[in-house]
T-cell receptor, first 117, second 114 residues
Framework: DAMVIQNPRYQVTQFGKPVTLSCSQTLNHNVMYWYQQKSSQAPKLLFHYYDKDFNNEADTPDNFQSRRPNTSFCFLDIRSPGLGDAAMYLC????????????????FGQGTRLTVV | AQSVTQPDIHITVSEGASLELRCNYSYGATPYLFWYVQSPGQGLQLLLKYFSGDTLVQGIKGFEAEFKRSQSSFNLRKPSVHWSDAAEYFCAVGAHSNDYKLSFGAGTTVTVRA
């Protein structure tokens, strides 16, 4: 009974070829996050959705976009992947944001390992 | 802005021995504090969290952590390590100033030797 599901677990894409990573949740949480985690580094927040409102982190490259067509699904689009975009991409959810402890606890998926060739 | 420091990049411990992983944070007020574990090729699993109240918190898999305000620390401990505890451990902080979005430390890799 996985709660945050990422597909695929492993993705190989060609340099410059657009790629989409998928995340779904069964928790009915308002907030969905995308993190990038490069090898041996901490996860780095790219952006999050609060319901339909998109919030980009200041240093997230324009090459990264996201879509959230409904509460359950969120997609990460990389328009022109470069070698430096090879990483683990983690999706997470939380019930709310900025409203206190229990509502902001994050639940993570298993991640998608992206390889760029 | 808040930040998290995990001073130890890599720790090796014998099976059955005790383990302590250090975490220090920088934030003007008391943040929310978390420890996550990540096995190779996997996502993040929450071990435990501190929001308020009792400064010694118990988590899953026999882990505990103690919040020490005077030292701005939230160290993770386990009395007796099992081989399955070999993984990467991340300390994270959420603060009101950043809508409680998580900031992670760089992580500590734990190796367990037989």
């Amino acid at each position: 009974d996985a709660m945050v599901i990422q597909n695929p677990r492993y993705q190989v894409t060609q340099f410059g070829k657009p790629v989409t990573l998928s995340c779904s949740q069964t928790l009915n949480h308002n907030v969905m996050y995308w993190y990038q985690q490069k090898s041996s580094q901490a996860p780095k927040l790219l952006f999050h959705y609060y319901d339909k409102d998109f919030n980009n982190e200041a240093d997230t490259p324009d090459n990264f976009q996201s879509r959230r067509p409904n509460t359950s699904f969120c997609f990460l689009d990389i328009r022109s992947p470069g070698l430096g975009d090879a990483a683990m991409y983690l999706c997470a959810t939380s019930r709310d944001i900025g409203t206190g402890a229990m509502n902001t606890e994050a639940f993570f998926g298993q991640g998608t390992r992206l390889t760029v060739v | 802005a808040q930040s998290v420091t995990q001073p130890d990049i890599h720790i090796t411990v014998s099976e059955g021995a005790s383990l302590e992983l250090r975490c220090n944070y920088s934030y003007g007020a008391t943040p929310y504090l978390f420890w996550y574990v990540q096995s190779p090729g996997q996502g993040l699993q929450l071990l435990l969290k501190y929001f308020s109240g009792d400064t010694l918190v118990q988590g899953i898999k026999g882990f505990e952590a103690e919040f020490k305000r005077s030292q701005s620390s939230f160290n993770l401990r386990k009395p007796s390590v099992h081989w399955s505890d070999a993984a990467e451990y991340f300390c994270a902080v959420g603060a009101h100033s950043n809508d409680y979005k998580l900031s992670f430390g760089a992580g500590t890799t734990v190796t367990v030797r037989a």
